[in-house]
C-alpha cells in the first residue's frame, strides 16, 4: 500500500470518528442542555410559590390582589386556590398537600375552638392578619320588608357544612326565627329568589359584590336588615349598606343594617424551620413591607379595613409576622417620640422669642405682677398665638 492510500484511509477514519463524534453530540447536547433550561424553569417556578386557600368569587379577588402586589417573577409567587370555605377551609389547612396559609373567619375558628373539633387549634394555627370584614347580605323578594317575615319560609342557607351555613343557622337561632333551610350553592340561591322558589338566601361577602351589583334593576329583590340582637352582636361587627352599595336593590338614601364577619389570614405552625416555613416568611415580611401598595385607591376599598398591628384576642400571630410588628411598633414609637421631641423643643423656643418680644413692651412685667389667674393665663395664650401665626407670615 503506498503512502498515499495510508494517509488516505488514516484521514477516512479520522473522518469517520470526528462525524460520529459531531453526531453524537448533536444527539445528546440538545437534550442535556433542554434537561438544564427545563431544571432552571423548574426551580423558578416552584421559587417563593406559597399557595393561599380561600373562598368564593371576592375571595379570590382579594388574594389576587395580594398576588399582583408581591409576585416578583422567580422570587415570590401567589398561588390563589378556592376551596369550600367555613370548616373545609381550615381542614385544607391543616391537612391538604401543598397548602401553606388560607383566609378563614374569625367565627369558624372561634366555634372550632369552642367545640374542640381539631383538639387546641390555637396551638396549631396562627394568625398572620386580620383583613377585611365581609358583610352578610340577606336578599328577599319583593313583598318581604322584614326579616321576621321569613318565618316558615324557605331560606337558602348554602351547602351543609359551609361556613354561610353555620353562619345562617346561628342568626335565625339568635333572633329565634323558625325558617326552612334549604341548600343551593350562593348563585343558585339568588336564582331560585329571583324565580319566587324560595322567600330569601344569606350571602356573604365583602361590600360591595360585584355579583350582587349585577342584579338587574326591576328584578324585585331586596336587602333586609340583620339585627345585632341576641347575642350576635358580640359575635359579628356592626355594618351598614346603603344605595351606593347595590343601587339596584336599596332605593332611595335608605340604610340597611347588617352584622359582618372578620376574616383573618392563618398559617400553619410547623414544628420546625423548614423549605415551607421559609417561604411563608418570605411572603409575610414582603406582604407588610408593601401593605402601603395594596392600600392605594385604585385597589378594593376593603383593603382600607386592614390593619396588620391589630391583635385578635385569644390567638397568638405567626412568629415572623410578630417579629415584624413589634419592630414596627418600636420604630413607630421612636418616630413619634422625636416627632414629640422636635414640636416641643420648637414650641419652646417660640414661647421664649415670644416672652422676650413682650418683655421689650413692658407687657411681661404686667403680667407677672398680675395674679396668676386662669383668664390671665388664657390672654396669654391668645397673645402667643396671634404673635407666632405672626411670624410665620
Not at 349 to 370: D, K, P
Request: charged residues 25%; aromatic residues 8%; contains cysteine.
Amino acid at each position: 500500500m503506498t503512502c498515499a492510500n495510508i494517509c488516505g484511509t488514516a484521514l477516512t477514519r479520522m473522518s469517520a470518528a470526528v462525524l460520529a463524534t459531531c453526531f453524537a453530540l448533536l444527539l445528546l447536547g440538545p437534550p442535556v442542555q433542554a434537561q438544564q433550561v427545563l431544571e432552571k424553569v423548574r426551580q423558578d417556578s416552584n421559587a417563593g410559590t406559597v399557595r393561599i386557600m380561600t373562598s368564593g368569587f371576592e375571595g379570590a379577588r382579594m388574594i389576587d390582589e395580594i398576588a399582583f402586589t408581591v409576585n416578583e417573577p422567580g422570587q415570590m409567587r401567589v398561588l390563589t386556590m378556592i376551596g369550600d370555605g367555613g370548616v373545609q377551609n381550615v381542614n385544607d389547612i391543616l391537612f391538604l398537600r401543598g397548602i401553606d396559609m388560607g383566609v378563614v373567619h374569625h367565627d369558624t375558628l372561634a366555634l372550632l375552638r369552642k367545640e374542640r373539633t381539631y383538639g387546641r387549634i390555637e396551638q396549631r394555627l396562627r394568625f398572620i392578619t386580620k383583613l377585611f370584614d365581609e358583610e352578610i347580605h340577606l336578599i328577599s323578594r319583593s313583598g318581604i320588608n322584614d326579616i321576621s317575615q321569613l318565618a316558615g319560609r324557605k331560606v337558602n342557607f348554602g351547602k351543609r357544612g359551609s361556613g354561610t351555613f353555620a353562619r345562617a343557622d346561628r342568626i335565625f337561632k339568635a333572633l329565634d326565627i323558625k325558617v326552612v333551610p334549604v341548600n343551593f350553592d350562593p348563585t343558585q340561591g339568588l336564582e331560585k329568589v329571583a324565580t319566587g322558589e324560595i322567600a330569601a338566601a344569606l350571602y356573604v361577602a365583602a361590600k360591595p359584590s360585584p355579583i350582587l351589583q349585577q342584579i338587574a334593576s326591576g328584578s324585585g329583590l331586596r336587602v333586609l336588615s340583620i339585627p345585632a340582637t341576641g347575642g350576635l352582636e358580640t359575635a359579628y361587627r356592626k355594618s351598614t349598606l346603603n344605595q351606593n352599595d347595590y343601587p339596584n336593590l336599596i332605593s332611595d338614601d335608605k340604610l340597611i343594617d347588617t352584622i359582618a364577619v372578620e376574616s383573618m389570614l392563618v398559617s400553619y405552625v410547623w414544628r420546625s424551620p423548614n423549605e415551607r416555613s421559609g417561604k411563608i416568611a418570605s411572603f409575610v415580611t414582603t406582604f407588610f413591607d408593601r401593605i402601603g401598595e395594596i392600600q392605594k385607591p385604585y385597589r378594593s376599598a376593603k383593603w382600607q379595613e386592614i390593619d396588620v398591628l391589630a391583635d385578635v384576642p385569644g390567638w397568638r400571630r405567626l412568629q415572623i409576622a410578630q417579629d415584624w410588628v413589634s419592630t414596627t411598633y418600636a420604630e413607630r414609637r421612636k418616630q413619634d417620640e422625636l416627632l414629640v421631641a422636635s414640636s416641643t423643643g420648637e414650641l419652646e423656643q417660640q414661647f421664649t422669642n415670644f416672652l422676650a418680644s413682650i418683655e421689650q413692651s413692658g407687657r411681661l412685667q404686667q403680667v407677672f405682677q398680675e395674679p396668676e389667674s386662669e383668664e390671665n393665663m388664657e390672654d396669654l395664650f391668645r397673645d402667643f398665638l396671634q404673635w407666632r401665626n405672626s411670624q410665620n407670615e
